[in-house]
């Protein structure tokens, strides 16, 4: 029986390639950054890095800004823009529990939209970023409580 020594290698991928961690992202924290609102910046520095989630419902929100911002006299080619970029973010869109959803709108006294970006964190026990005060003073309590 040989007695040399091993060598254990351990071979890692580059930093890029690391898994990122998860976020969930409301409308309001994606939009501010597709539509350069004042508070592009943070919410920029807040999801980079980040693997991004959010229900199903950000695309319906996601175009009912569009549509306002259209209203606004948003010049086509800036929409356009807008909405390449939001694809290019590459947000996992998942299903949400309809009855756990309910129970955390009439809970915490929230629209169903809200509720549906509030379970989706809760569920994936992930962050939750948004510039909605209402929605982020119940994920605060809400985050907070899960074991």
């Given at each position: 029986m040989s007695t040399a020594q091993r060598i254990l290698y351990v071979a890692e991928?580059?930093?890029?390639?690391?898994v990122r961690p998860p976020m969930v992202v409301d409308c309001s924290a994606i939009c501010g950054i597709l539509f350069d609102e004042?508070?592009?910046?943070?919410?920029?520095a807040r999801i980079s890095g980040k693997t991004l989630y959010a229900p199903y419902l950000l695309d319906h929100e996601v175009i009912s800004v569009t549509l306002k911002k259209q209203r606004q006299q948003w010049s086509?080619?800036?929409?356009?823009?807008?909405?390449?970029?939001?694809?290019?973010?590459?947000?996992e869109?998942?299903?949400?529990?309809?009855?756990?959803?309910?129970?955390?709108?009439?809970?915490?006294?929230?629209?169903?939209?809200?509720?549906?970006?509030?379970?989706?964190?809760?569920?994936?026990?992930?962050?939750?970023?948004?510039?909605?005060?209402k929605l982020g003073r119940a994920a605060q309590t809400h985050l907070a409580s899960l074991p």
């Open positions: 991928p580059p930093v890029a390639y690391l004042p508070w592009r910046a943070e919410a920029m086509r080619e800036s929409i356009t823009a807008a909405l390449e970029d939001y694809v290019q973010y590459q947000i869109l998942r299903e949400t529990d309809i009855t756990a959803q309910l129970d955390l709108a009439l809970r915490y006294k929230l629209s169903s939209y809200d509720a549906a970006y509030l379970w989706l964190a809760a569920e994936l026990k992930a962050p939750l970023a948004t510039f909605d005060e």
